[in-house]
T-cell receptor, first 114, second 112 residues
Framework: EADIYQTPRYLVIGTGKKITLECSQT?????MYWYQQDPGMELHLIHY???????EKGDLSSESTVSRIRTEHFPLTLESARPSHTSQYLC?????????????FGSGTQLSVL | SQQGEEDPQALSIQEGENATMNCSYK?????LQWYRQNSGRGLVHLIL?????REKHSGRLRVTLDTSKKSSSLLITASRAADTASYFC????????????FGKGTHLIIQP
């Protein structure tokens, strides 16, 4: 069982609201990731981090931002949510510094913007 | 761009039968991984096969890798109702960004 946690599990909000999706891991992993997934579709990498104070954009352009002030914490923020942001957001972390080692995923946050 | 692509998109079999899913990818890889996702949940890592390996086993799972054809297969033997889930293959991103690139997955349904 992976020790990576996402909150909230479900979030329904109105357009224009600022939201932060939380992700924390207790495994001491340096690398963390955010993926976006629509129902029945593939995962798209939107942000990743190599460690504290490191943030990079992924393959899919996203209006969200991330921060990495502590090793265990990698929150994702949307300054002004829109219906097009409705999706599932999955946080993940990996153990090794080498590329492409296995990922540990949280349970995800299902975001619905009305 | 999508790197891994699973086939079939959906598969329904009877409990006890074997399930085979295939994955094709486009660029060279260091390794290929398979993940399982239960409905509405995060992904769980199943198995990793490196580019210099051809076959790997883990319990009821058997993975093959053919780098000349850029393809992999996942075999689940003696399927159980609890195996019902979506299965994704994942490879290193071809675009230079870190992290894994996932296909759309195969949705597997095990009929009791």
């Amino acid at each position: 069982e992976a020790d990576i946690y996402q909150t909230p599990r479900y979030l329904v909000i109105g357009t224009g609201k600022k939201i932060t999706l939380e992700c924390s891991q207790t495994m001491g992993h340096d690398k963390m990731y955010w993926y976006q997934q629509d129902p029945g579709m593939e995962l798209h990498l939107i942000h990743y981090s190599y460690g504290v104070n490191s943030t990079e954009k992924g393959d899919l352009s996203s209006e969200s931002t991330v921060s990495r002030i502590r090793t265990e914490h990698f929150p994702l923020t949307l300054e002004s949510a829109r219906p097009s942001h409705t999706s599932q957001y999955l946080c993940a972390s990996s153990q090794k510094a080498a590329r492409n080692e296995k990922l540990f995923f949280g349970s995800g946050t299902q975001l619905s913007v009305l | 761009s999508q790197q891994g692509e699973e086939d079939p998109q959906a598969l329904s079999i009877q409990e006890g039968e074997n399930a085979t899913m295939n994955c094709s990818y486009k660029t060279s890889i260091n390794n290929l991984q398979w993940y399982r996702q239960n409905s509405g949940r995060g992904l769980v890592h199943l198995i990793l096969i490196r580019s210099n390996e051809r076959e790997k086993h883990s319990g009821r799972l058997r993975v093959t890798l053919d780098t000349s054809k850029k393809s992999s297969s996942l075999l689940i033997t003696a399927s159980r109702a609890a195996d019902t889930a979506s299965y994704f293959c994942a490879t290193n991103s071809g675009g230079g960004a870190d992290g894994l690139t996932f296909g759309k997955g195969t949705h597997l349904i095990i009929q009791p």
